[in-house]
Each structure stands twice: as C-alpha cells, then as structure tokens.
C-alpha cells in the first residue's frame, strides 16, 4: 500500500504511543478530525492498524470509546541515563511505566560510544526476555542516551577546535562521534541520543494538555542547574546543541576555567560561593546535596545560603527569559528556597511586562521527566511531520 504523507504520520505517532482515539490524534498531529478518521479508515482496512473498543481491550466493531492500536506485540523504549555519578538503565512501555530498571558501572568518558556496550546489551536482554515471557508480547523499538552534556546529534559533542588546554574529561560526552550511528550498527535497535536537560524539558512540554507555545523549563539538582527551551511548539537545540546551557553562561570573565572551555561559568560560579559560604561554618566545603539537607533538617543558615543560589541563578535566568519571553516555566528544583530565590530575583531582571504574566509551574514529573522526553522524541517527529 502506497501511505500518503498524512497515513504515514499517524502511524509513525500511533507506533509510539499508548491508545489513543481520533480525536487526540487529530489534536497531537494538528489534523482536521475528518482528515484523521478517513486516513485511519484506510489504515484499519489494510491492516496497518487495528480499531479497539478501550473498555473491553480487544477488536469490535461495537459503540464505546475506540482507539488506535498498532498490532503485534506492544512496544517498549529503552532509557540509559548517564550522569557524572551514576548509569542506570531502564525499560518502559509507552505510558512510561518502567518494566525492568538496573543500576551499572559507570564507563570511563575517554572511552566514547564503546563504553555504552555493556549498558545497551544489558537493555536487549532483558527486553529479550520480557518478550519471551510476557502475556501479550514485547517488542524494543528504541534505546534513548539521556547524556549530561551539550550533545549534537549525528555528530557528538561540540567540537572546539581551537581548545588546545587538554582539560580533564569531566564532560561525559567528550567524543566528536556520532554515538546514534556507532551503537545502531552493533544492536538490532535505533539508538538516540539527547541531553538530559532537553529530555527533561521535552517530557515536561508534552505532559501538559495545555501547551504553551513558549516554555522554559529549569533544572536545579545535586547534579548541577540546566535549562530546556521550547520555542514555538519545538524543543530548541541550537547549531551545536548549547541551547540552554544556563550552567555555562559567563558570570565572571576572570573565573575559574570550565569542563566547558570557558571561564567563570554560573556552575563555577555557584559551586564556589557554596564553597566559600560553608567552610567556616561546616568547617570544610559543603555542596548542594547536603546544604539541601540541613535545610530539610531546619538548618536556617543552609535555608538561607540556597536562597542566595537561586538569586544567582535568577539574575541570569530572568534575562535570558527576556529575551525567549515565554508563557510559561517549569521549575525542577530539589529545595524550596532555591525557587524561592529563584522568582525572587526573577521578579527583579526580568522585564514587569514578562514577570508579571509569565506562569511559573512546579514540575509535574520530577525524576520521571527523562522518561517521558524519550517517549516524546519520535513522536515529536510524526507531529512534525
Ligand atoms: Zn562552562
């Protein structure tokens, strides 16, 4: 069967997705309704899909609410998220429900894409016996890299010709190579790889049913502050996949140098004022992590040093929101008096007119967002068409 371009979208989104009714369908693709039901009904003829009446889970041609299902064994995405400090790999089915999880050893950066073996063939196992022994059947359509650092797809991390300082491999993503095309050619499974940050930010513009246009989605955690944009319905990456590097904005033009190659970036920035602010107190150099708990703990002086982070990172943050003027920002963020001073100093740098009537929301996912960003990725293509 010869599939017109709109037959094709419908089936690539419905391949990846839970069930889903004509309607959503035609809301997800930006299809007019009759549009959908026709091409579906040419879908459903041929075989390329199968109608479903959703309350009984199985074909009828009955009344009730119908969904769009692809046949054959359900399909199920593979998740490994790679961080400085850990690498932990997962299954999940399409609503985002996690089927196997597993913590590895993390691979050493120098090593590139082949460090990343293990983990993949670890995923294929145990995708293999999930469609072995599951009631309806499995079948693995994709494995997402959840990467901490800038990341261009098709090419690896971006190149810096013109850096000769031999720094250290602190960004876990150093190789100029195309992870995607290394591991697909040695596992029977596309892989894709994307920063983290944009995952996150991704999985959380698509779990809300009103999507804004515009939305920025920032990050604060033990593993650092980044930021997602999302410009007109699409998930910015930029020409070498910087978009919404927020940890590597110049604050200091003499500061210390970065993993990054530049100096006096907000992370270092950040780092070294906790560093400085709790070496008398603490009696050595206190982070994130536990200055987050002594705050939980009622420390006043730990709540109050983390509502000075988020000053900091809402001085820049609200310029950069000038700039982007979006209707909407996401805030992930582990302590409350970050956010706190975060909108604060947004309030502050950010023009009355963005300030005012930009909606800032907590994040609906948490943790769970890198998932979502990794069902979201093929979809996005289907809805783009
Ligand atoms: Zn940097």
């Given amino acids: 069967m010869v599939l017109?371009?709109?037959?094709?979208?419908?089936?690539?989104?419905?391949?990846?997705?839970?069930?889903?009714?004509?309607?959503?369908?035609?809301?997800?693709?930006?299809?007019?309704?009759?549009?959908?039901?026709?091409?579906?009904?040419?879908?459903?003829?041929?075989?390329?899909?199968?109608?479903?009446?959703?309350?009984?889970?199985?074909?009828?041609?009955?009344?009730?609410?119908?969904?769009?299902?692809?046949?054959?064994?359900?399909?199920?995405?593979?998740?490994?998220?790679?961080?400085d400090h850990s690498l932990r790999v997962g299954?999940?089915?399409?609503?985002?429900?996690?089927?196997?999880?597993?913590?590895?050893?993390?691979?050493?950066?120098?090593?590139?894409?082949?460090?990343?073996?293990?983990?993949?063939?670890?995923?294929?196992?145990?995708?293999?016996?999930?469609?072995?022994?599951?009631?309806?059947?499995?079948?693995?359509?994709?494995?997402t890299i959840s990467a901490p650092a800038p990341f261009r797809r098709g090419r690896g991390a971006p190149r810096d010709d013109a850096s000769t300082l031999g720094l250290p491999l602190r960004f876990a993503v150093t190789e100029h190579v195309d992870f995607d095309d290394y591991l697909s050619r040695r596992f029977?499974?596309?892989?894709?790889?994307?920063?983290?940050?944009?995952?996150?930010?991704?999985?959380?513009?698509?779990?809300?049913?009103?999507?804004?246009?515009?939305?920025?989605?920032?990050?604060?955690?033990?593993?650092?502050?980044?930021?997602?944009?999302?410009?007109?319905?699409?998930?910015?990456?930029?020409?070498?996949?910087?978009?919404?590097?927020?940890?590597?904005?110049?604050?200091?033009?003499?500061?210390?140098?970065c993993p990054c190659g530049g100096r006096g970036c907000l992370s270092n920035q950040l780092r070294g004022m906790m560093a400085a602010a709790t070496s008398q107190a603490y009696g050595r150099p206190v982070g994130y992590a536990e200055l987050s708990r002594h705050a939980r703990d009622g420390d006043a002086g730990a709540s109050r040093l983390l509502a000075d982070v988020g000053r900091a990172i809402g001085q820049p943050f609200g310029q950069i929101c000038t700039v982007l003027d979006p209707e909407v920002i996401v805030i992930d963020a582990t302590d409350e008096a970050v956010v706190a001073g975060i909108r604060e100093s947004f309030a502050i740098f950010a023009p009355p007119a963005i300030a005012h009537n930009v909606r800032f929301r907590t994040s609906a996912l948490g943790a769970d967002a890198e998932v979502r960003g990794a069902l979201e990725i093929p979809r996005e293509a289907a809805r783009r068409g």
């Fill in 4 to 83: 017109h371009s709109t037959e094709q979208r419908i089936l690539d989104f419905v391949r990846y997705s839970a069930d889903s009714d004509r309607t959503e369908l035609a809301a997800e693709l930006g299809l007019p309704r009759p549009t959908v039901i026709s091409a579906v009904r040419k879908l459903i003829g041929s075989g390329a899909l199968l109608d479903v009446d959703a309350a009984e889970g199985r074909s009828t041609a009955g009344r009730g609410r119908h969904v769009i299902r692809f046949p054959g064994p359900s399909a199920i995405v593979g998740l490994i998220r790679w961080t």
């Fill in 91 to 143: 299954l999940h089915d399409l609503d985002g429900t996690a089927l196997h999880e597993e913590e590895l050893d993390i691979p050493d950066p120098a090593d590139g894409p082949a460090g990343l073996v293990p983990a993949a063939g670890s995923l294929l196992r145990a995708a293999g016996s999930l469609s072995d022994h599951g009631p309806a059947g499995r079948r693995l359509v994709s494995i």
């Fill in 188 to 257: 029977p499974v596309d892989f894709i790889t994307e920063n983290d940050i944009n995952l996150a930010g991704l999985g959380e513009y698509f779990a809300t049913r009103d999507r804004a246009q515009n939305m920025v989605y920032l990050r604060v955690n033990d593993e650092g502050i980044g930021s997602a944009i999302v410009a007109g319905g699409v998930l910015m990456r930029g020409a070498q996949g910087f978009a919404g590097e927020l940890a590597h904005l110049q604050i200091d033009r003499d500061g210390p140098l």
